[in-house]
């Protein structure tokens, strides 16, 4: 990512997705640590330790580097006496079945299904990224990733979520196949697309993937340099299935769609700016 782009993106997506303390811990990388359990032992959200220390692999953490860990924990806000819908998301390994991760989560496989959209039938895979409800909005130690999001966890989304319906445009190509658009009129210009849970999301231009990573409040994002001066943000996957300094062309897979911890729906957060302008997306080069 050039470095005008980099402040800019920052800029537009960082204050809206990771309250960051007045004052950091440093953290020096041990050997066999990793970013989730470095984000467990401090109660932190790993997308928000990747952000902050401006890692985009987490498998290419090295012993001895000094991390910057935020002071705020991750968990719920507000009135702790109230019963929130709080969930963690956890990277399935080899041969997990929904049976033994509801019993190490204490939660239920129905749970598990219904926070997930699974069929009965639908069988786990390695690498799939599910979301683990945790009982009455409180946070528990487990394996996995651990990261937490909730509608309360994430409001600092709903300030900026002014949107309006309006038609889709059926001419036009999308990301995902939309069921609705909905356009936010707030702080954060652009569209939320509804669509289906895992679909593919799909690049409507060629050009280069500058960023690619988790943002706290927006699943993975990933975001395209386009020729003219275009930077498209695809936000919301629930995977990625590109990395920084890929080329991509139209209808490159760029991940799959995840669902939005505010809506409950699996929606795409999809902007575009031109020289650093926010534009209509329905106005934006598809090709």
């Known amino acids: 990512m050039d470095h005008r782009s980099a402040i800019f993106l920052f800029a537009i997506l960082l204050p809206l997705s990771v309250p960051l303390a007045a004052e950091d811990v440093i953290h020096v990388v041990e050997r066999g640590e990793t970013i989730y359990s470095i984000a467990r032992s401090f109660n932190i959200d790993p997308g928000d330790l990747m952000l902050l220390n401006n890692i985009t692999d987490a498998s290419r953490l090295q012993a001895g580097r000094r991390l910057t860990i935020p002071v705020n924990p991750i968990g719920v806000t507000g009135n702790t006496e109230e019963r929130r ?18 019993r190490t989560n204490n939660t239920t496989v129905q ?11 639908y069988v786990l895979k390695e690498g ?23 509608p309360a966890s994430a409001g600092s989304l709903s300030g900026v979520r002014q949107t309006t319906v309006r038609e889709v445009d059926s001419s ?10 909905v356009y936010m009129d707030g702080k954060l210009p ?42 498209y943000v695809y936000g ?9 300094g890929d080329r991509v062309t139209p209808g490159t897979e760029i991940g ?32």
């Open 85 to 102: 819908t709080v969930y963690r998301e956890y990277q399935v390994s080899r041969n997990e079945t929904l049976y033994n991760i509801a």
């Open 172 to 181: 036009l190509r999308w990301p995902v196949t939309p069921r609705e658009i």
């Open 256 to 287: 799959k769609l995840g669902i939005d911890a505010v809506s409950d729906m699996p929606q795409l957060f999809f902007l575009v700016f031109l020289r650093d302008n926010p534009i209509d997306p329905s106005k934006a080069p598809r090709a």
């Open 111 to 121: 749970a598990l299904r219904e926070a997930n959209g699974f069929s009965e039938s």
């Open 190 to 231: 652009g569209v939320m697309v509804t669509g289906e849970r895992a679909e593919p999301v799909r690049s409507l231009t060629q050009g280069t993937v500058i960023s690619a990573g988790p943002y706290r409040g927006f699943g993975r994002v990933a975001i395209v340099q386009v020729a003219g001066g275009y930077l």
């Open 236 to 244: 919301g996957c629930e995977s990625l299935s590109v990395k920084e």
């Open 128 to 150: 799939d990224l599910i979301r683990i409800p945790v009982a009455n909005g409180a946070i528990t130690e487990s394996s996995g990733s651990g990261n937490v999001t909730s």
